[in-house]
C-alpha cells in the first residue's frame, strides 16, 4: 500500500489541495460573518490580478476555457493511447489519469467556489444599503413603471439611431464610457465605489447568445465580458449589470437592479435610456400580468422609437429559443440553486420589487 501511495504521491499531494480548497469554502459558508470575512479577501485579489489580465485587450477568460476544454480532451487522449498501447501497469496509469483529470476539474470548481461561490452567502446589496425587496402593491407598481416610461420617452430622442429608427449608439463609445457609470450612485451608497476598467467584448458571442447569456463575470480572472452579437441597446445597462458583479454582488437581481439604477442615475443619455429600457421591460411584464387595464393605460403610448427596440430585442432572442439555450437556462438555474439562491432562475424577478421600493 506504501508502495501504492508514493508511485501516484503526486496526483495524492494534489487532491489533498483539492481538499483542502473545499474546507475554506465550507468553512466560508458556515455564517454571513465568515462569508464576509472570506469575501473581503478574495475580493482583493481578484481586483489584484484582473490589473493583468485587463493588460490584455481580449477577453483571456473565454481563451482559458477553450484551453482547458481541449486540454481535457487531450489528456483523456493520451491516457487512452497509454491503457491502449501498454501491456504492463495499466491499472496504475488508468487511476493516476483518471484521479488526475478529476482533481483538474475539482480544482476549478472548487477555485470558483471560493472565489466567488462564497459571495452568495455574504452580505449583498439589500443588507448593505437597507433598501429590501418588498410586497409590491399594484397602484405602487403602476406609478413607478409610469415613471420608467417617463424615462423613455424623455432619452429615446437623445440616442442615435438608424434609418428604421433604431439604436444605432457605436458599441466602441457604450465601452468607453462605462468607468463613469456608477459614480453618481456610488455617492449615495459609498461602499459601490471603486475604480472601474473597461470590459472585454467576447470573441464568441454568438455562441454565448444561443446559451442566453448578454454577458458574464468571471472569478477566474476578474474579467467582466460581453456578448456584442445581442442587440445593442441593452448593451450599457448589461455592461452595469457585470460591473455590479465587479463590486462582489453575487445576486442576479440585485444586480439587474443596481445596472438599471446606476444607468438611469448617471450624465450618460445612452447609459440612461438603456436602463430606462431594462427597468421598462422587467416592470412592464409585471405590471400587464397584475393588471393588463392598468397596463394599457400606462404603457400604450409608447414611443414608436422605443417600441422599434422592443421589436428587435424579442426577435433576436426568439431566433435562439432552441434546445442549446433550454439547457444552458436549467444548468444556470441549478447552479444559482446550488449556492442558496432558493428561486433559481425565477429570482430575477426579484428585480420587480427592489425597483418599486427604491423608486
Known amino acids: 500500500m506504501r508502495a501504492f501511495f508514493k508511485r501516484h504521491l503526486g496526483v495524492h499531494i494534489w487532491l489533498l489541495g483539492v481538499l483542502a480548497l473545499f474546507a475554506l469554502y465550507w468553512a466560508g459558508v458556515s455564517s454571513p460573518a465568515a462569508a464576509n470575512a472570506v ?7 481578484k481586483d489584484g490580478y484582473a490589473g493583468l489580465w485587463y493588460l490584455f485587450p481580449f477577453s483571456v477568460v473565454e481563451w482559458f476555457y477553450a484551453a482547458f476544454i481541449l486540454g481535457s480532451l487531450a489528456w483523456l487522449a493520451i491516457l487512452l493511447r ?16 483518471l484521479l488526475g483529470l478529476a482533481c483538474l476539474f475539482l480544482t476549478a470548481y472548487g477555485f470558483y467556489c471560493v472565489m466567488w461561490g462564497v459571495n452568495y452567502y455574504a452580505d449583498g446589496f439589500q443588507v448593505k444599503s437597507g433598501v429590501y425587496a418588498r410586497p409590491v402593491a399594484v397602484e405602487e407598481l403602476e406609478r413607478v413603471t409610469a415613471r420608467f416610461v417617463r424615462g423613455l420617452e424623455e432619452t429615446a430622442d437623445q440616442v442615435a439611431r438608424d434609418g428604421d429608427g433604431l439604436f444605432a449608439v457605436d458599441r466602441e463609445d457604450i465601452f468607453e ?3 463613469e457609470i456608477y459614480e453618481n450612485l456610488s455617492r449615495e451608497f459609498p461602499f459601490l465605489a471603486r475604480r472601474d476598467r473597461v ?3 467576447m470573441f464568441f458571442s454568438r455562441l454565448f447568445s444561443a446559451m442566453n447569456f ?6 477566474y480572472t476578474g474579467e467582466s465580458s460581453l456578448n456584442v452579437d445581442s442587440p445593442a441597446c441593452l448593451q450599457p445597462a448589461n455592461i452595469a449589470h457585470e460591473l455590479a458583479h ?9 444586480c439587474n437592479f443596481l445596472a438599471i439604477a446606476a444607468a438611469t442615475s448617471s450624465e450618460d443619455p445612452v447609459y440612461q435610456y438603456s436602463g430606462y429600457l431594462m427597468g421598462y421591460i422587467h416592470l412592464s411584464n409585471a ?9 394599457e393605460r400606462t404603457c400604450g403610448d409608447l414611443p414608436e422609437t422605443v417600441r422599434a427596440d422592443l421589436r428587435y430585442h424579442s426577435a433576436y432572442w426568439d431566433q435562439f429559443e432552441g434546445l442549446t439555450a433550454k439547457v444552458s437556462k436549467a444548468v444556470y438555474d441549478s447552479a444559482l440553486k446550488s449556492y442558496g439562491q432558493a428561486d433559481g432562475i425565477q429570482s430575477y424577478g426579484t428585480v420587480v420589487d427592489l425597483l418599486t421600493a427604491y423608486y
Open 287 to 295: 405590471l400587464y400580468r397584475a393588471d393588463p387595464a392598468r397596463w
Open 199 to 201: 470590459p472585454k467584448k
Open 177 to 179: 464610457a462605462s468607468p
Open 82 to 97: 497509454r491503457l491502449l498501447v501498454r501491456r504492463e501497469g495499466r491499472g496504475h496509469a488508468a487511476y493516476g489519469g
Open 214 to 219: 448578454t454577458g458574464f463575470y468571471s472569478p
Open 246 to 254: 465587479q463590486r462582489g454582488i453575487a445576486s442576479e437581481q440585485e
Open 39 to 45: 469575501c473581503a479577501v478574495t475580493q482583493r485579489l
